[in-house]
T-cell receptor
Framework: QKEVEQDPGPLSVPEGAIVSLNCTYS??????FMWYRQYSRKGPELLMY????GNKEDGRFTAQVDKSSKYISLFIRDSQPSDSATYLC??????????????FGQGTILTVHP | EAQVTQNPRYLITVTGKKLTVTCSQN?????MSWYRQDPGLGLRQIYY???????DKGDVPEGYKVSRKEKRNFPLILESPSPNQTSLYFC?????????????FGDGTRLSIL
């Protein structure tokens, strides 16, 4: 079983839709949670990060963490064609001998069509 | 401009011929890391370095070596490349190994081993 599970999609939505992206994880040592966006032929860029359970909002993006359920989400409101990309969740191990080790989900391909 | 620079961007080579992919960052970051990205598997961490004195294995270190002799450089070495190491490779850096510092990624090195 993978430590981080992410539905690869692909996900196709109309412009203006609300998008929900999700990851589950199994390692309790994961304490920092991030969402990256990756456009074709480019490296991932950080979108959001959270540490504690709850919600964090940044413009049209909201990151949600539920540590009790080992579940994180990214919501995109009023989605735009420019949001079309691969979205990757990522988690950092903050304990033990693997401190600092970063693990990614496999990424969800999102297409927002006009 | 703050950036992570990888070279080469593309390389086609043959089995067994030693190669090195260089990575350099100009942001005075402590943490550097290498990932490979494969379809359906997402980004997997190969090696990471919390600082010049500490280097640790990630999820898929077999067949790779790294070196962190100075803060800005973190080369990835394939002593005897094999076809299963054909992949897209990313180098990344962050101010520290904690999740509250964004990881800056290079634009990738596409490596083909024949």
């Amino acid at each position: 079983q993978k430590e981080v599970e992410q539905d690869p999609g692909p996900l196709s939505v109309p412009e203006g839709a609300i998008v929900s992206l999700n990851c589950t994880y199994s390692n309790s040592a994961f304490q920092y949670f991030m969402w990256y966006r990756q456009y074709s032929r480019k490296g991932p860029e950080l979108l959001m990060y959270t540490y504690s359970s709850g919600n964090k909002e940044d413009g049209r993006f909201t990151a949600q963490v539920d540590k009790s359920s080992k579940y994180i989400s990214l919501f995109i409101r009023d989605s735009q064609p420019s949001d079309s990309a691969t979205y990757l969740c990522a988690m950092i191990n903050a304990g033990g001998t693997s401190y600092g080790k970063l693990t990614f989900g496999q990424g969800t391909i999102l297409t927002v069509h006009p | 401009e703050a950036q992570v620079t990888q070279n080469p961007r593309y390389l086609i080579t043959v089995t067994g011929k030693k190669l090195t992919v260089t990575c350099s960052q100009n942001m005075n970051h402590e943490y550097m890391s290498w990932y490979r990205q494969d379809p359906g598997l997402g980004l997997r961490q190969i090696y990471y370095s919390m600082n010049v004195e500490v280097t640790d294995k990630g999820d898929v270190p077999e067949g790779y070596k790294v070196s962190r002799k100075e803060k800005r450089n973190f080369p990835l070495i394939l002593e005897s490349p094999s076809p299963n190491q054909t992949s897209l490779y990313f180098c990344a850096s962050s101010l520290s190994g904690q999740g509250n510092q964004p990881q800056h990624f290079g634009d990738g090195t596409r490596l083909s081993i024949l």
